[in-house]
């Protein structure tokens, strides 16, 4: 048995793993600092480019509930982040487990107003489900 992260799969299996895994990192942790920062001061922080962060349709439903979906996109974040882990190591689990987790991120994506995530989860899959093939 080789290395636990060597790579595998085909080209495009491997740009799929990269983004997910970027992508599961960047918003999963600025999910959790987000939460964090309502629950310490009563509001949505700024980012460095002037908007609020997650500000988006979900901040209707108040604080509490703002902040289980908050929670739910870090997990499902999280979540990708194996997944894409998985992927890199040519394993078609890495599939299942990514597309699996699609369609609730993107759902979060939308409620929290997350263009990045918006456009990344659907390239993810596509390229994930370019290089199935090369899967094991």
Do not use: N
């Not at 992927?87 to 994506?109: E, H, K, M």
């Amino acid at each position: 048995m080789g290395p636990a992260i060597a790579p595998g799969g085909s080209l495009a299996t491997r740009a799929a793993a990269v983004s997910q895994v970027s992508l599961g990192l960047g918003f999963g942790v600025g999910a959790l600092w987000t939460v964090q920062h309502l629950s310490r001061h009563g509001e949505l922080p700024m980012t460095p480019w002037g908007f609020r962060s997650m500000s988006g349709p979900f901040e209707v439903f108040g604080d509490g509930a703002f902040t289980a979906l908050g929670l739910a996109l870090a997990g499902t974040c999280a979540t990708d982040v194996v997944a894409g882990l998985r992927l890199w190591q040519g394993r078609r689990d890495g599939l299942v487990l990514g597309a699996a987790t699609a369609i609730p991120s993107f759902g979060l994506a939308l409620g929290f107003a997350l263009p990045f995530m918006l456009i990344g989860v659907p390239v993810r899959l596509a390229l994930a489900w370019a290089g199935r093939e090369s899967l094991r």
